[in-house]
């Protein structure tokens, strides 16, 4: 991509932003002061700013543009679709071509009998969804106490009320309310580099288990209707779960008749090698996966709920004569998102991008993983193309830095001066690049970190902060 003759009116664009769109996550004082980043065009693995300012994108947008920037084959379908008819209501029986086909697609991907897809445009539409027709499919079986639902501390499921209130982020919980009084519970996250002192990842492990059986009894397993997980915990510090840990929670789950979700809005469509990680990664057939992000690489606000055989046949029964299933979107199904979907999806298989992702995600993993030799870097941890940086003011401790230091800002603003965008969450920095990152760009990525890391630490040796 061509970074001459940029025209874009920066300080006009800056200032309607600023004046007029609240953000995502908006650090209000931040963003009165500095506004935001203007981003003006993208290719490959590159984002631009509108300045000309080229930057590696090592987040890939918001862990989704899971097949690069620039794909003309899918800016073409969605083009050629959007001409040929741009939307129908799904609603009753209606369909559109798009739509069928990737359900069927999806069907084909997913593990075991997951072969039925309810469409959404967001992971948190997704959730909503399975927690929706969890409490309706109890309701069907005649069990209408068994509602309530267990997540883990750190974990991330979305940001409409209800996925939020499913989500463990205390941070996002700050100032809002949450969903259910009592409906929602939180067992430990599993992050072994914070297991307890003296404590094996074997024995974590069984500790965990024990501690979500221990929970499931206490609330009554005749009221615990499901348990929603990430495979690899994602916003909440990429956090990879101890060996075995997600198939024996799942075993927990089937053993009280509860529905195993796996919430793979991250994991899903190639980030760890897979198109689905449940099964091939961690041996699990979930009763519902919630998949959006990567489905079509953010080329169209696109999530599927996937449902199993089992669970569709209970909750495909009509409750009364005439009653319809009355859940939906007017946006669900939606032809254009659909036909982004199966292209994304069509380049995934032909250019084996999953492959790659196995073939050249470890080598990701390696060179994040030299980053351990520095003084202020605690762990480094995740898998293939998904990991973080934790960093620490005392390794020996595991001790953080004081929130007002802001360091996982100061190492994201380091590598932003160096061209690479990195994603700061507190003392984290997270890493969730395109999936066709080569080793060359691997390593830029690899070494920016580095050198950022070293000159944060230089200022704040100059401020007088010291890592241990």
Request: with cysteine; net charge negative.
């Amino acid at each position: 991509m061509s970074l001459q003759n940029f025209q874009y009116n920066t300080k006009e664009i800056w200032q309607k932003d600023k004046d007029h769109h609240l953000h995502p996550w908006t650090d209000f004082p931040t963003f009165e002061k500095e506004g935001s980043m203007i981003l003006a065009e993208s290719d490959g693995a590159h984002v631009i700013d509108s300045e000309g300012n080229q930057y590696l994108d090592g987040i890939g947008g918001l862990w989704c543009v899971n097949v690069g920037y620039g794909r003309d084959e899918i800016a073409q379908a969605m083009a050629d679709q959007a001409r040929r008819m741009v939307y129908y209501s799904s609603f009753g029986p209606h369909t559109s071509i798009p739509a069928a086909e990737l359900a069927h697609k999806l069907a084909e991907l997913s593990p075991g009998t997951l072969n039925h897809v309810f469409f959404g445009t967001g992971g948190s539409m997704a959730n909503d969804t399975a927690v929706r027709m969890i409490h309706f499919y109890f309701n069907r079986l005649g069990k209408p106490a068994k509602k309530k639902i267990i997540t883990r501390h750190d974990g991330y499921h979305g940001s409409t009320y209800m996925a939020m209130s499913l989500t463990g982020v205390a941070f996002d919980h700050q100032g809002f309310d949450l969903v259910g009084d009592d409906l929602i519970h939180r067992v430990s996250c599993p992050n072994v580099y914070r297991r307890p002192d003296g404590m094996t990842e074997a024995e974590y492990c069984d500790h965990l288990i024990e501690e979500f059986r221990d929970k499931i009894e206490q609330i009554g397993p005749d009221n615990v209707a499901a348990y929603f997980a990430e495979p690899i915990m994602g916003a909440g510090g990429v956090i990879v779960p101890p060996e075995g840990y997600n198939k024996r929670m799942h075993e927990v789950c089937k053993e009280y008749g509860m529905i195993y979700v796996s919430d793979e809005v991250v994991t899903a469509f190639g980030r760890l090698g897979h198109f689905f990680a449940s099964k091939d990664v961690f041996d699990i057939e979930p009763d519902i996966i919630t998949s959006a992000k990567g489905i079509s690489s953010a080329y169209a606000p696109l999530s599927a709920t996937l449902i199993s055989d089992p669970f569709y046949d209970v909750i495909s029964v009509p409750q009364s004569e005439g009653a319809m299933f009355t859940h939906g979107f007017t946006y669900s199904g939606h032809p254009v998102c659909c036909a982004a979907g199966l292209k994304n999806i069509e380049i995934m298989e032909r250019e084996d991008i999953c492959g790659h992702v196995r073939e050249v995600g470890p080598y990701l993993e390696e060179r994040l993983g030299e980053l351990n030799d520095l003084p202020i870097v605690g762990d480094v941890r995740g898998s293939h193309f998904m990991m973080c940086v934790e960093n620490v003011a005392d390794k020996e401790t595991k001790a953080l830095f004081d929130a007002d230091v802001h360091i996982g800002n100061r190492i994201a603003d380091a590598c932003e001066a160096r061209g690479v965008l990195v994603r700061p969450i507190a003392h984290l920095n997270v890493l969730s690049p395109p999936l066709i990152l080569t080793r060359s760009q691997i390593d830029q990525l690899a070494d920016t970190l580095r050198e950022s890391i070293l000159a944060v630490m230089d200022d704040l040796s100059k401020d007088g902060i010291r890592a241990a």
